[in-house]
């Protein structure tokens, strides 16, 4: 059984820092591809960063130079850092796990990932 399951999302003040963490166990992954998502009320879900097996990166170009994702393959655990955060930064921030997609450009689409967590809240206040 699958299980992907995130934290350390909470509630901070803008210019703030935060560092979410995702477990993903259960699967015997023919895909080491993640990424992290988020979505806003009213707002669909977007990419905001990804990573692959070989550690190359893909952010949206609204977090590029702030977030920065990163992995522990023994730990398989995934991070999102988040630096200098903004308002506009408040979301439901959601894992997503064993990705299928072949092309670094397609790493920021919800339909290439298999696996999702619950999602941790992320708060940002001005």
């Known amino acids: 059984q699958v299980q992907v399951a995130e934290s350390g999302g909470g509630s901070v003040q803008a210019g703030g820092s935060l560092r979410l963490s995702c477990v993903a166990s259960?699967?015997?992954?023919?895909?080491?591809?993640m990424g992290w998502f988020r979505q806003a009320p009213g707002k669909e879900r977007e990419g905001v960063a990804s990573i692959d097996s070989n550690g190359g990166t893909n952010y949206a170009d609204s977090v590029k130079g702030r977030f920065t994702i990163s992995q522990d393959s023994a730990k398989n655990t995934l991070y999102l850092q988040m630096n200098s955060l903004k308002p506009e930064d408040t979301a439901m921030y959601y894992c997503a796990a064993g990705g299928t997609w072949y092309s670094r450009q397609l790493s920021l689409i919800r339909y290439y990932y298999q696996y999702w967590g619950q999602g941790t809240q992320v708060t940002v206040s001005s």
């Open positions: 259960g699967y015997t992954g023919s895909s080491n591809r």
